[in-house]
């Protein structure tokens, strides 16, 4: 259990890391707390996922039966910037912090048509 909790730890740094980056890229940057704590918390449940799924698949380290915590931890923030950039590439844009501000403009669009 304790394995899935240092890939939540590991795609939650992620998430934060991802926010600091943010905020050091772009001026006037306002953030929201609960965006942010659901940020966080995204993040954190894709690093237990990547946790998950390497420890389901039984892949061995260095010949050892289980895998390290620290390699727990670099699996959830790997699995969590996986995600972020498989999406950015879907959106085609380089920041996943517009998404929102695009699909109010989509809606908008279509509302008029």
């Known amino acids: 259990m304790i394995f899935f909790f240092f890939g939540f730890l590991g795609g939650f740094i992620r998430g934060v890391v991802g926010l600091i980056k943010h905020t050091q890229s772009y001026k006037d940057v306002k953030i929201k707390p609960g965006y942010f704590l659901g940020t966080l918390t995204l993040s954190g449940l894709i690093g237990l996922a990547a946790a998950w799924i390497t420890h389901d698949l039984g892949i061995a380290f260095l010949g050892l039966e289980t895998i390290p915590l620290s390699i727990a931890l670099i699996i959830g923030y790997a699995g969590g910037d996986f995600i ?17 501000k695009r699909l109010g403009k989509n809606n908008k669009a279509s509302a008029k048509k």
């Open 84 to 100: 972020e950039n498989i999406f950015k590439i879907i959106i085609k844009d380089d920041t996943i912090f517009q998404i929102g």
